[in-house]
């Protein structure tokens, strides 16, 4: 079982029985938007989530989010969700400042 909970989002909650998915597609699937401009390909960083909680549960970097911390686009508690797969249990995260939406309204 899977759990993403969105914290700037009013701490919209995702479960899913499917482990060992994108995390943009658990998200994309329950029509919450979320910033992709390179199509889900990681050639950007505009899908970048902050973990907050649960990172452990992630799988590990890939080829594409160590070029961009090497290139230091991501710290170390930031992840591509087009990357990155969930393998099991809860995953506290947050949308970037810089990779909100203006038509949406965040929570602090």
């Known amino acids: 079982m899977v759990k993403i909970i969105i914290e700037n ?17 658990l998200i994309h699937e329950n029509y919450i938007d979320w910033m992709h401009a390179c199509g889900k390909k990681g050639r950007c960083t505009s899908c970048k989530m902050i973990v907050i909680k649960g990172g452990e549960n992630l799988d590990e970097l890939t080829d594409r989010e160590e070029f961009f911390k090497s290139k230091g686009r991501l710290k170390t508690n930031e992840r591509l969700t087009c990357q990155t797969k969930i393998k099991q249990g809860e995953l506290l995260i947050r949308v970037a ?10 929570s602090d």
């Open 9 to 25: 989002l009013n701490h919209e909650e995702i479960s899913s029985s499917s482990s060992g998915r994108k995390v943009i597609e």
């Open 97 to 106: 400042d810089e990779n909100k939406f203006p038509h949406i309204s965040y």
